[in-house]
């Protein structure tokens, strides 16, 4: 039931953008999926959730792809802004 909990309502504060939330979250999801495993003697579902929902967590949010002859240190020289 708890790793139900956790999986929905990280998912719901990545929705919302609230990061300053969710953190802490991820980290007792990822906790309590790896034990749930431990118990069962297998990979259960709910660990690789809560690595997708780490690796979300840690994602890069915005790439710079540097304009052709542009310095690489100047952000503002971005083909895509983001």
């Known amino acids: 039931m ?3 909990v956790l999986g929905s309502f990280t998912d719901a504060l990545f929705h919302t953008h609230a990061i300053d939330e969710v953190e802490p979250l991820v980290a007792r999801f990822l906790e309590a999926a790896k034990a749930e495993s431990v118990k ?3 990979l259960h579902f709910f660990e690789l959730q809560s690595v997708l ?3 979300r967590l840690h994602e890069v ?4 792809t540097p304009r052709v002859g542009s310095p690489f240190t100047l952000l503002g020289q971005c083909i ?3």
């Open 2 to 4: 708890e790793l139900n």
């Open 40 to 42: 069962q003697g297998r």
């Open 53 to 55: 929902a780490s690796s």
């Open 61 to 64: 949010v915005c790439t710079c």
């Open 80 to 82: 895509s802004p983001c």
